[in-house]
C-alpha cells in the first residue's frame, strides 16, 4: 500500500517569507509527527498529533512555527517569516497508533536563500 | 543537551564483517530503542527495536545488544553486505514508544566489496 507522502520534495523561499509543507500519513495511521533533519544530522522532534489534536509541541523551536492536522488525516506544518536557519529536511512520519511503529516520508527539502 | 549519543561517526567495514554501533542514552524515562536506516534522499526506515526488557533481540542479520544499567545499547550487523551501506541512527522514546523519537546523530557505514 501507499506509504508516508510529503509535498513538495523540494521548497526554495527567501528570507522572511512564509511556507506551508504537507504531509499525508498512512491510511488508518492515527498518530502523526514531525521531525526537521539538519544535514549531517539525526531528525529532530517538532510535533505529534493523536488524531487531530497536538499531543505533544515542545519540539516546535519558536512561535514562528506552527502544525494542524484538522481532520486527523492530513497534517501541513507552516512556518512564518522564514530564516535561513530553518533550511532542513522536514520529515513526517506516521503510526498506527500510539507506541506503533513510526513509517516516515521522503521529507520535504526546505532552502531558505 | 544531547540526550542520545552515538559512535562511530562513520565506519567502513569489509563484505561479511560485522560492523557494530554504539549508543548511550540519559533519560531514565526511555523505554523503547529503535534503530534506523537511512539511504540518501530517502526517509529513515525502521531496522529493529528493542524494549528493556529483554537484552538482545534478534531480525535476520540484525541484533540489538541492551545493557540497562549502563543505559548503552548497540547494533550488530552480521554478514554485512554493500547493499547494507547506508547512514544508521539509534533513537529513543518514552511512555513504549508514544513520544517523539530522541534520535542519536548518525553512523556512516560502508561495506566494501
Known amino acids: 500500500g501507499a506509504g508516508v507522502s510529503q509535498t513538495p520534495s523540494n521548497k526554495v523561499t527567501e528570507k522572511g517569507k512564509y511556507v506551508e509543507l504537507r504531509c499525508d500519513p498512512i491510511?488508518?495511521?492515527?498518530?502523526l509527527y514531525w521531525y526537521r533533519q539538519s544535514l549531517g544530522q539525526g531528525p529532530e522532534f517538532l510535533i505529534y498529533?493523536?488524531?487531530?489534536?497536538?499531543?505533544?509541541d515542545s519540539g516546535l523551536p519558536n512561535d514562528r512555527f506552527f502544525a494542524v492536522r484538522p481532520e486527523g488525516s492530513v497534517s501541513t506544518l507552516k512556518i512564518q517569516r522564514t530564516e535561513r536557519g530553518d533550511s532542513a529536511v522536514y520529515l513526517c512520519?506516521?503510526?498506527?497508533?500510539?507506541?506503533?511503529?513510526?513509517?516516515f516520508g521522503p521529507g520535504t527539502r526546505l532552502t531558505v536563500l | 543537551q544531547q540526550q542520545v549519543k552515538q559512535s562511530p561517526q562513520s565506519l567502513i567495514v569489509q563484505k561479511g564483517g560485522i560492523p557494530i554501533i554504539n549508543c548511550a542514552y540519559e533519560?531514565?524515562?526511555?523505554?523503547?530503542f529503535p534503530w534506523y536506516q537511512q539511504f540518501p534522499g530517502k526517509g529513515p526506515a525502521l531496522l529493529i527495536a528493542?524494549?528493556?526488557?529483554?537484552s538482545e533481540k534478534k531480525e535476520g542479520r540484525f541484533t540489538i545488544s541492551f545493557n540497562k544499567s549502563a543505559k548503552q545499547f548497540s547494533l550488530h550487523i552480521m554478514d554485512s553486505q554493500p547493499g547494507d551501506s547506508a547512514t544508521y541512527f539509534c533513537?529513543?522514546?518514552?511512555?513504549?514508544?508514544?513520544?517523539?523519537?530522541?534520535f542519536g546523530k548518525g553512523t556512516h557505514l560502508i561495506i566494501q566489496p
Open positions: 512520519a506516521s503510526s498506527l497508533g500510539v507506541a506503533d511503529t513510526q513509517y
Open positions: 528493542i524494549r528493556p526488557d529483554v
Open positions: 491510511s488508518g495511521h492515527t498518530a
Open positions: 533519560n531514565t524515562a526511555f523505554d523503547y
Open positions: 498529533f493523536q488524531g487531530t489534536g497536538a499531543a505533544d
Open positions: 533513537a529513543a522514546s518514552g511512555r513504549g514508544g508514544a513520544d517523539g523519537l530522541t
